[in-house]
C-alpha cells in the first residue's frame, strides 16, 4: 500500500505538470498568435495609408492660390499703374455708373484708358427692385465707340440663390446688344437695413456661386468684386476659386498685400480721368502673358 500510495501520488504531480505546461504552452501560443495578427495588421494599415496618399494628393491649405505677382514691377506712367514683369502685363481701366453722370468718352480713351466696367444695375437695397442703371446704354454706346473694351458689373442686394439667378437673367438680357467679355457680380453692404446685412458667409457665398454660374454658362466671364476684408470674412473665396476671378479693391496702398490669387485691382476711388467731371474708380487688370 505504501508502494502503491507514493506511486498514485507522483503520477498525480506528473499530471499536473504535463497539464501546467500544456496551459503554459497554450498561454505562449495565444500570445504569439495575438503579436503576429497585430504586426499583420499594422502592416495592412500603413500598406493602406501609403496607398491612400499616393493616390489622393494631400489637402492643400488654405486659401488654394496664393498670388504670385512682383510688385517691384509696378510703375507709374502717364499718371496710371503699369505692370510687366516677365509672366504679366496689364490694362488701365475705369468703373462707372449714374454717379459719373455724362462722358466724353473719346476723351476718355485718349487719356489711355483701354477698358470700362460700366453698372448694367441693381437691386434695390431696401425694396429689392430690379433697376437698370440710368446711363447703361449711353455708357456702353460711347465706350464702344471710342474703342474701349466694354465690360459691366451688376450690384446685387440678393437674399437667395432664386434672387442671384433671377439677376443674372435680367443683366444677360441687359448685355445681350452688346459685346461683352467679363461680368462682375458686386455685393455690398449699404446701411444699417439693407436687405444682406444679417446673411452668413455661406449663403454669400452660394449666392455669388448661382449668379456667377448662370452668367459663365452664357458664355461670358465672371468676376467677384469686394474688399479684402469682404474677400475674407464675408464669402468663402476657396468655395469659388476654380470657377471664378476676384476683382479687388483696396486703396491708400502702394500695392495690395491680399494673399489669394486677383484678375483687378481697383486701386483708386477718386481718380481723374479727361472727359469725366466726377471722380471715377482706376483699375489695373493684371494679364498673363
Not at 517691384?72 to 505692370?83: P, V
Not at 449699404?190 to 457665398?205: F, G, M, P, Q, Y
Not at 452664357?218 to 476676384?246: C, K, P, R
Request: include cysteine; glycine fraction near 6%; charge should be negative.
Amino acid at each position: 500500500m505504501p508502494q502503491t500510495d507514493s506511486t498514485a501520488w507522483y503520477n498525480a504531480q506528473v499530471r499536473k505538470k504535463k497539464r501546467r505546461r500544456r496551459i503554459r504552452i497554450s498561454r505562449i501560443a495565444l500570445l504569439v498568435s495575438i503579436i503576429i495578427l497585430l504586426v499583420m495588421l499594422a502592416r495592412m494599415l500603413f500598406s493602406e495609408e501609403q496607398k491612400t496618399s499616393s493616390e489622393t494628393p494631400a489637402a492643400i491649405p488654405d486659401p488654394i492660390w496664393r498670388n504670385d505677382y512682383d510688385w517691384s514691377s509696378l510703375r507709374e506712367q502717364d499718371g496710371h499703374l503699369k505692370f510687366e514683369d516677365e509672366f504679366y502685363t496689364s490694362k488701365f481701366g475705369i468703373d462707372v455708373s449714374f454717379h459719373q453722370q455724362e462722358i466724353d468718352w473719346q476723351k476718355v480713351a485718349a487719356d489711355g484708358v483701354e477698358f470700362a466696367f460700366i453698372r448694367a444695375g441693381y437691386r434695390g437695397y431696401e425694396t429689392g427692385g430690379l433697376h437698370t442703371d440710368d446711363y447703361f446704354a449711353a455708357n456702353m454706346d460711347g465706350a464702344s465707340a471710342a474703342g474701349i473694351e466694354t465690360d459691366v458689373y451688376w450690384f446685387s442686394q440678393a437674399v437667395n440663390t432664386e434672387e442671384a439667378e433671377e439677376e443674372a437673367a435680367y443683366v444677360l438680357n441687359l448685355i445681350s446688344p452688346y459685346t461683352v467679355g467679363t461680368v462682375a457680380f458686386d455685393m455690398e453692404t449699404v446701411s444699417d437695413h439693407d436687405r444682406i446685412r444679417n446673411l452668413t458667409a455661406e449663403e454669400k457665398t452660394a449666392i455669388a456661386a448661382a449668379f456667377c454660374r448662370v452668367i459663365r454658362e452664357a458664355g461670358y466671364s465672371v468676376l467677384v468684386y469686394g474688399s479684402d476684408s469682404w474677400m475674407y470674412t464675408s464669402i468663402h473665396m476657396e468655395d469659388l476659386q476654380e470657377e471664378v476671378n476676384f476683382w479687388l479693391a483696396g486703396y491708400g496702398e502702394d500695392y495690395p498685400d491680399f494673399i489669394y490669387t486677383f484678375t483687378i485691382w481697383q486701386y483708386s476711388s477718386t481718380g481723374k480721368i479727361d472727359g469725366i467731371e466726377k471722380d471715377c474708380d482706376l483699375n489695373l487688370w493684371l494679364v498673363p502673358k
